[in-house]
């Protein structure tokens, strides 16, 4: 027992680390971005106004109400205290909207489309990697290349495609947005369906690639551990074949469930690609307009969401390990 | 003369490469053991006799195919059932396996009971999770294991400990001959020392009838077998008590073996060592004549030219060389 514990108070220390070095570099990194975005708003505001004082008078009101006539550490310190408060600030781009407020209406598109799709592209990948291993044979040698080449086309480009083939060739989908341009967010069988619709191409376009990728990887652990001694030793004591399966792929899935967690941890950044292409109101496409706008509050704080994901994703899998890996076990708790 | 427990006759295995090659590992070998006795298996690298170890449990999968011969395991010949009933009813109850690489024999994330229970329940699937685990923990005692190597999983065991818990599960449904492939050659001398006394306790205590120990160390078989035999090339090249064969080697290849030990004594140091020189022949393709013959610094063309078969004594010792025993042992003698 004292060596769980001295084990999850090295991750936890760990985990803070990381954290606050985080939060200090999603800090600094969008602000270091060329140009002024207070004056880009000020040029909105200010237009018509002739008079350069006034404009100077709007710009230093701006400023003072995002706080960038601050000294850096100043501002850093206030960013702080505020995000603690899950309070981001004021966007550039949309002003006066809040982060928090736009983050809010972004994270469930986001969530709702790519969590079932690692989910289950996660699933068939590792079913199919299996049976490829085990099977071996004809159903190996066509699956492979097929796997193969969805794992190396890059996303954009399955996005892409799957937008030319059934969207604009077969018209069976529509080709962007999370419904339909017509529509207003409501409960209604309409809305549902337009939503149902517009979920297929984006979610396809992921599950795909994570097939591809988990596929390869749980066909080669799965042939690893087929060779491997314990399993010969089993036949020869006589135990049936089912079982000794059951063994080889409880021991092959084990790295697979890092890379479920790694993926669950960097959706909001994987969901860029296909929420941009299909410009689903995700915040993968926040990140692209704060990106473009030097949107630095919206920026950071979406960043902020990318890190804190990756971190407890990779510190949930390190916990998960101690209690399924006893090699992992052994080498960590004591 | 006991009971014979294991008797195989002129049994013939073989691999297919990837590349559909045939390579005869086992070429026609006989042996018998009778209840309570010990055979050793000796022979250099490469030899065929870890695949002699898993020719004779009855049980092929690929790359290693059954060519033909005998296996007669108390009675029954196992040589010709299917393979799913060696699997279920000889394999673990009536011959078990010591695998040579004992330290992966293991699953990694499995508790070691988990693994005893799977064993037992294959072959006795009434019992109870409970009796199981009474058993299991009354023979490790008994074999001087402590019981709490049961609750831990096989990486948190050292080499030597994991290698004697693979015994204890190889031999927990009482066996009648136990096939232990260089069961201590990967330990420190403690641990070895410990591995056969836990063999010769099994052997005593009758929860094996019978064992065939392989190794590449002849001293050790000295003092663990009553008979020896030394295979060269997938044959059996000589056969003897264990006296017999390391003070009295008749096959040049058995001498050579013998004079390839080093024994710590003073001046050792400075004699020259000997070793046989040349490699084993090809099995893909064996030579037509005595396969030693390119390595023999007594061969003759003759010796090439035939097959040599083994020749047999009275009291069941044998080789195969085309020499009398008397002339051999006399050429050694004036070396």
Not at chain 1, 37 to 55: E, R
Not at chain 2, 232 to 245: D, L, P, S
Request: include cysteine; hydrophobic fraction near 45%.
């Amino acid at each position: 027992m004292k060596g769980y514990r001295k084990y999850f108070g090295k991750k936890i220390v760990w985990f803070l680390i990381t954290f606050a070095a985080a939060i200090l570099l999603n800090f600094i990194l969008p602000r270091l971005m060329p140009g002024d975005p207070v004056a880009a708003i000020t040029a909105k505001s200010a237009q018509g106004i002739s008079d350069a004082s006034a404009a100077q008078e709007i710009y230093n009101h701006y400023a003072e109400q995002f706080g960038t006539n601050e000294p850096m550490y100043v501002q850093f310190f206030t960013y702080c205290k505020n995000a603690a408060k899950g309070d981001f600030g004021l966007s550039f781009s949309q002003y006066p909207r809040k982060v928090s407020n736009i983050i809010g209406s972004a994270l469930p598109w986001t969530l709702a489309l790519q969590f079932p799709a690692i989910i289950v592209g996660w699933i068939i990948g590792n079913v199919l990697g299996a049976l490829a291993a085990y099977i071996r044979k004809g159903f190996d040698k066509v699956l492979m290349p097929v796997t193969l080449f969805f794992s190396s086309l890059p996303a954009f480009g399955l996005a892409v495609i799957l937008m030319i083939v059934f969207a604009i060739n077969l018209k069976v989908a529509p080709i962007s947005g999370g419904y339909g341009y017509d529509l207003i967010p409501q409960l209604s069988w309409k809305f549902v369906r337009s939503v149902f619709t517009h979920y297929q191409l984006p979610f396809w376009s992921i599950v795909l690639i994570s097939i591809g990728g988990q596929a390869i990887g749980m066909r080669s652990m799965s042939i690893y551990e087929l060779n491997a001694d314990y399993v010969k030793y089993s036949r020869f004591l006589g135990i049936k074949d089912r079982k000794i399966v059951g063994y080889v792929f409880r021991n092959a899935m084990l790295p697979q469930i890092t890379g479920l967690a790694l993926s669950i941890g960097t959706m909001v950044g994987g969901a860029l690609v296909s929420e941009v292409i299909f410009s689903y109101p995700g915040l993968g496409s926040t990140i692209l307009q704060a990106v473009s706008n030097s949107d630095y509050p919206l920026l950071s704080a979406t960043t902020l969401i990318i890190t804190i994901m990756v971190l407890l994703a990779s510190f949930i899998v390190d916990i998960i390990y101690g209690f399924i890996d006893p090699r992992v076990k052994a080498a960590q708790f004591d | 003369m006991g009971k014979t427990i294991l008797e195989v006759r002129d049994l013939k295995t073989k691999y297919i490469t990837r590349f559909r090659e045939d390579v005869y590992a086992v070429d026609g070998v006989s042996l018998k053991i009778e209840e309570g006795k010990s055979l050793g298996i000796a022979g250099e690298s490469g030899c065929g006799k870890s695949t002699l170890a898993l020719s004779l449990m009855g049980y092929y999968f690929p790359p290693l195919h059954y060519i033909s011969g005998d296996i007669i395991v108390d009675g029954d010949n196992i040589s010709k059932m299917n393979p799913d009933d060696i699997r279920r009813n000889i394999l673990g109850t009536e011959i078990a396996y010591i695998p040579q690489a004992a330290m992966n024999a293991l699953n990694p994330t499995q508790k070691i009971i988990r693994f005893i229970e799977d064993v037992i329940h294959v072959h006795e699937p009434g019992k109870t999770k409970k009796e199981i685990y009474e058993m299991a923990r009354a023979r490790f005692e008994e074999l001087g294991l402590p019981s709490s190597v049961l609750e831990k999983h096989a990486v948190e065991l050292s080499g030597g400990m994991k290698q004697r818990t693979v015994i204890a599960i190889s031999t927990i449904l009482s066996p009648k001959v136990l096939i232990a492939d260089e069961p201590s050659s990967a330990l420190d001398v403690t641990s070895q020392k410990m591995v056969i006394k836990m063999l010769k306790n099994l052997m005593e205590k009758g929860y094996i009838k019978s064992m065939i120990f392989i190794t590449h160390e002849l001293p050790l078989l000295y003092n663990v077998t009553d008979d020896i035999m030394v295979m060269y090339a997938g044959q059996i090249v000589e056969k003897g008590t264990a006296k017999e064969m390391v003070f009295d080697p008749i096959h040049p290849y058995s001498k050579g073996l013998m004079g390839s030990i080093i024994v710590p004594e003073a001046g050792s140091r400075d004699v020259k060592l000997t070793a046989i020189p040349g490699t084993p022949p090809n099995l893909k393709k064996p030579p037509a004549g005595c396969r030693f013959a390119e390595r023999c610094k007594y061969a003759t063309a003759e010796c090439r030219a035939n097959l040599i078969d083994s020749k047999e004594f009275a009291d069941g010792r044998s080789y195969r060389c085309i020499y009398e025993a008397e002339k051999l042992r006399e050429v050694y003698g004036n070396e």
